[in-house]
């Protein structure tokens, strides 16, 4: 059944920059947009962006714009999800999930971890 | 951007209670809502979509309801496995923005 699987977790100081990976399977990798959103502790759930992996296609949330950069590799079924200049507020778990342009969410990945701590 | 709200911000319900969730949207989104459920150290898992439409898998005493600005997450007859935190998300226009999320207490 399709599936997502992220990179580990991460400890970045501020101003660095994250990539997170999310490799999937089970699935037809170009059939699907892939989400990210992340949970920053205590808080809820705020979307990020998505990208086609059929045409490298992407639209981003406002808030993460001219910051955030989504890639992907046909070859080995895995999206990238970058995100520049980082801050104490970023300190969030990280999930991408597979979606349509009208997304429902599924499946998820497992979350990544991302501390940002100087 | 449209603007989600849930309530309640919490419950407790006993094993057996019927639970009803809302989520309002600051704008009409049709029927593109879904709702999901969250476990502390796990991914979210899908339960509705498009409003009332059951995700394979997902155990019917869960159901969905409302169109335009109010929906509504029913768990009919509450069972351990359902303690979770509880998000309505907008699927009409980007950015597809979540509710603040309902945490789903057992007694």
């Known amino acids: 059944q399709a599936q997502l699987v992220q990179s580990g977790a991460e400890v970045k100081k501020p101003g660095a920059s994250l990539r997170v990976s999310c490799k999937a399977s089970?699935?037809?990798?170009?059939?699907?947009?892939i989400h990210w959103v992340r949970q920053a502790p205590g808080q809820g759930l705020e979307w990020m962006g998505w990208?086609?992996?059929?045409?490298?296609?992407?639209k981003y949330a406002q808030k993460f714009r001219g910051r955030v950069m989504m890639t992907w590799d046909t070859s080995i079924t895995t999206v990238y999800m970058e995100l520049r200049w980082l801050i104490s507020d970023d300190t969030a778990v990280y999930y991408c999930a597979r979606g349509g342009e009208v997304p429902r969410f599924d499946p998820w990945g497992q979350g990544t971890l991302v501390t940002v701590s100087s | 951007d449209t603007q989600m709200t849930q309530s309640p911000s919490s419950l407790s319900a006993s094993v057996g209670d019927r639970v009803t969730i809302t989520c309002r949207a600051s704008?009409?989104?049709?029927?593109?809502l879904n709702w999901y459920q969250h476990k502390p150290g796990k991914a979210p898992k899908l339960l509705i979509y498009?409003?009332?439409s059951l995700q394979s898998g997902v155990p019917s005493r869960f159901s969905g309801s409302g169109s335009g600005t109010d929906f509504t997450l029913t768990i009919n007859s509450l069972q351990p496995e359902d303690s979770a935190t509880y998000y309505c998300q907008q699927a009409y226009s980007s950015p597809f923005t979540f509710g603040p999320g309902t945490k789903v207490d057992i007694k």
């Open positions: 498009v409003a009332s």
């Open positions: 704008q009409s989104i049709s029927r593109y």
């Open positions: 990208i086609d992996p059929n045409s490298g296609d992407t």
């Open positions: 089970g699935y037809s990798f170009t059939g699907y947009y």
